[in-house]
Each structure stands twice: as C-alpha cells, then as structure tokens.
C-alpha cells in the first residue's frame, strides 16, 4: 500500500455525488467527527466534504508551516478529486483556512462560513507557549482543559460523554502537528486584509465563547464587504458540538440563499439564534455604507539602511518576535527613544536579519549557542529573554540543562549556578499547563 503523498488531507465524503460541494473544516485538535450533527441535513443538499488537519485523527503526521500552507494542502486535495468550486465552512482553524482561501483563491470559492474565527487568534506569545507546554509536557495538559475552552460550563456537566470524547480527541494528535498548527496560529494576521473578501460570509460565533468571542466575529464583519452575523446564545467555541441543530439551520439558509441565489448585501443585520428550532431574526442599526476601517498602526519611518539588504529590517523584525515573543519586543521598541532608536533598528537589522537569518545553523542551534555565549559574558539580564526563546525554538527543558552544564565546565561554577536559576524560572513559567 502506498503511503499518502504529504500534500494530501485525509478526507471523506457524504451526500450525493453530483451534488454542489460543501467543505466543512475542523479546530486546531479535532477532527471531521466534530461536524457529525450537521451531516445528515447538509447531505441532503451538498455532497459533504470533511478533512482531518495533520496528525489529527490518525491522518499522516506531515507539519503544516502555516494556515497558507494547509490551504494550498485541501485545495491539492481537492484538485486530485476533480473539485473545482465550492462552499466552505470552517470552525476556528479551520474559518482561518477558509479566510486564506477567500483571499488566495476566491475563484474557487462559492460561499463562505466562519464559525468561532478571528483574523487574529489571540497573540503569537499565547500560541507559542502553548506549543512550548506540548513539547515539555505532551499534549495530556491541553487535552484535559479543552472542554474547558469548548463548552459552556452547564453543557461540560450535562454531557460527559461528549466531555470525555473531546479530551481523547485532543489526547491521540499527533504532539509535533499540533505545535506546528500553534506556529501557523501564532503567524495568522489578515486583519488589514478583510476588505478584499468579496465572497458572502455568514459568521457566526457562540455567545458564551471566550476564545473567539462576539467582539472577534463583529471585527470579522466589519471588515468584509458582504457578511452577516449570527450569535447562538448558550454556546461556547465549540458551537457546532454544543448547538447542533442551531448551527445546522444557519448553515442550511446561508448556503441556500447564497450559493443558489444573487447575494443581497446583508451587513448589519444579526441573527439571534435559540438553542433549538428556527432563527428570530433582529433588525440593527444599519452602518454607514462604508464601514470604519480597521485600525493599522503606520509603519514608522526607519532611517538609512546600515547593513545588509533593503529587506534586513523586516526580517530581523519577523525572527526577533518568534524568538524572543511580541511582548519583550515591544517593551524593548517602546523604551527606544531617540538617543537609542538606532541602536534597536540596528540590533534588528544586522543581529536577527542577517546573523540569525543566515542558513549555516538552524534556529535551535543559534539559541543554543545565545545561551552558551550571554552565560560566558556574564550578561544574566539578557539570559531569561533567550531561555524563553530557546524554549520557542524548540529546544527542551533538559536541552537547554545540558547546554548550562556545559557552560559550568567552560564557564565557571558560579556563573553556571547563576545561569540556573535564571533559567528554571523562566522554564517553570513557560511549561507550567493552564488550569
């Protein structure tokens, strides 16, 4: 048996053959058995596409570098099956996928559904930690706080099987898909792109959600030219589990109405969804015809190149937030004046966009050697920063051990006992799991 080539999702289909397509994406750590309730209605009409992300559900274990990267995967996919155009629904991830797609490829897409999405998930830090927690800890510690994050707390008591279902849906992902997946997460940002969705997009988002939550989804509809909002009252982020028959009657008349029909701009308007039977519909004020646009911060005028080529800056940027996490950074950038301006736009340029861009040596390699070299030069106050971001590079808990021990030989004992301490908080903090 040949193995499945790595650009290829593990997939299934339901309804009729030659129905219209409907594509429905899962959340980072479920699987396509998160959309089992809305299947038998939806096949009816459309020939249900479902797909497992990477490692998740026992599909083959190939890390996807970004939300860019699984897009390109499900439309490979979907070109080896013959699939052209087609309706997509997508929950969290998965509604980032179907944001990617909109703006790649909207050629291929029909009409659009984002359940529980944003055009930013939280901050790069929080995923990159989180990824820093799987790789210390397995994914056990996720697992048994996601209904946590999924449901609303009446539903967790009232269902425990499905309770249960969750954890072990979460439990068997593949631990390196699932960091990589919380890379993609910490690297997804379309919020000044919004505007170029031109395909209608229902969104919809579960009242109680505390992850991606009413504020998120109303960004989402701002932003895009033809959306409506719906809100599924008593529902968490995992509103497709929770609100089963809700979510399935939204479905249904958003792709009934847009795929069939001429869309109708419905911007403004919102659904309030009961738990159970059909949408009442509430009129709001409409907006003006040109909603606010989304906040950008200008880009601040950097001076004279001093070193490398004209892209250094951006680039260094990029890497000094992946490694060392947003926050440090923007501290640090925030405490430049103008007397030490130059001086962050030049460690930005020449260290992290030329040194730690360079291919000789892969990123864990480099903090390794950051950490051997701030450790021989004394410089304590900087070894936190780089413990944190060795930790974001990929390096383990007992790796970065080894590496200390070593400085103890080359070093000096004091300095090496100093190095541990630093170290074990920032390791304590960084790995300890949520709550």
């Given at each position: 048996?040949?193995?499945?080539?790595?650009?290829?999702?593990?997939?299934?289909?339901?309804?009729?053959?030659?129905?219209?397509?409907?594509?429905?994406?899962?959340?980072?750590?479920?699987?396509?058995?998160?959309?089992?309730?809305?299947?038998?209605?939806?096949?009816?009409?459309?020939?249900?596409?479902?797909?497992?992300?990477?490692?998740?559900?026992?599909?083959p274990a190939y890390p996807a570098a970004s939300v860019s990267d699984l897009a390109t995967r499900l439309l490979a996919t979907l070109d080896s099956l013959g699939?052209?155009?087609?309706?997509?629904?997508?929950?969290?991830?998965?509604?980032?996928?179907?944001?990617?797609?909109?703006?790649?490829?909207?050629?291929?897409?029909?009409?659009?559904?984002?359940?529980?999405?944003?055009?930013?998930?939280?901050?790069?830090?929080?995923?990159?930690?989180?990824?820093?927690?799987?790789?210390?800890?397995g994914l056990d510690p996720i697992a048994r706080t996601s209904p946590d994050r999924w449901f609303t707390s009446g539903f967790a008591a009232a269902q425990p099987a499905i309770t249960e279902w969750a954890v072990q849906m979460?439990?068997?992902?593949?631990?390196?898909?699932?960091?990589?997946?919380?890379?993609?997460?910490?690297?997804?940002?379309?919020?000044?792109?919004?505007?170029?969705?031109?395909?209608?997009?229902?969104?919809?988002?579960?009242?109680?959600?505390?992850?991606?939550?009413?504020?998120?989804?109303?960004?989402?509809?701002?932003?895009?030219?033809?959306?409506?909002?719906?809100?599924?009252?008593?529902?968490?982020?995992?509103?497709?589990?929770?609100?089963?028959?809700?979510?399935?009657?939204?479905?249904v008349r958003h792709f009934s109405t847009t795929w069939q029909l001429p869309f109708e701009s419905t911007t403004g308007q919102m659904m309030v969804v009961p738990p159970q039977g059909q949408p009442v519909m509430a009129a709001m004020a409409a907006p003006p015809p040109q909603a606010a646009p989304i906040a950008e911060i200008a880009p601040v005028e950097q001076p004279e190149q001093l070193a490398g080529g004209p892209d250094t800056?951006?680039?260094?940027l990029k890497i000094r937030r992946e490694v060392l996490?947003?926050?440090?950074?923007?501290?640090?950038?925030?405490?430049?004046?103008?007397?030490?301006?130059?001086?962050?736009?030049?460690?930005?340029?020449?260290?992290?966009?030329?040194?730690?861009?360079?291919?000789?040596?892969?990123?864990?390699?480099r903090s390794c050697v950051a950490l051997a070299a701030l450790v021989a030069g004394g410089h304590f106050e900087d070894l936190a920063a780089h413990t944190r971001g060795a930790l974001r590079s990929g390096l383990t808990p007992d790796e970065i051990k080894e590496v200390l021990l070593q400085t103890a030989v080359h070093c000096g004992l004091p300095a090496a006992g100093k190095a541990f301490r630093v170290a074990q908080q920032v390791i304590r903090e960084e790995t300890t799991p949520p709550v």
């Open positions: 048996m040949s193995e499945t080539p790595s650009n290829i999702l593990q997939y299934r289909f339901d309804g009729p053959d030659q129905a219209p397509v409907l594509i429905l994406g899962p959340s980072l750590g479920t699987t396509w058995h998160m959309w089992d309730r809305q299947v038998p209605e939806l096949a009816k009409q459309w020939r249900v596409f479902r797909f497992d992300l990477p490692g998740h559900g026992g599909a699939v052209q155009r087609f309706g997509y629904v997508g929950c969290a991830l998965g509604g980032a996928i179907g944001i990617e797609l909109a703006l790649r490829h909207p050629e291929r897409l029909a009409s659009l559904a984002l359940i529980a999405a944003s055009p930013r998930f939280g901050t790069a830090d929080e995923f990159r930690q989180r990824g820093v927690v799987v790789r210390t800890n979460v439990r068997t992902t593949d631990p390196g898909c699932y960091i990589a997946l919380c890379e993609a997460l910490a690297t997804f940002d379309v919020r000044a792109e919004l505007g170029r969705i031109g395909v209608p997009t229902l969104v919809l988002v579960g009242s109680e959600d505390q992850v991606t939550g009413p504020a998120e989804a109303r960004t989402l509809v701002a932003g895009i030219r033809d959306a409506r909002l719906a809100v599924v009252p008593g529902a968490s982020h995992l509103v497709p589990v929770e609100q089963p028959a809700a979510v399935t009657d939204l479905l800056y951006e680039i260094g996490g947003d926050a440090h950074v923007d501290g640090a950038l925030a405490e430049a004046e103008d007397f030490s301006g130059d001086f962050q736009d030049f460690l930005t340029r020449y260290a992290w966009g030329e040194i730690w861009d360079r291919p000789g040596l892969d990123r864990r390699t």
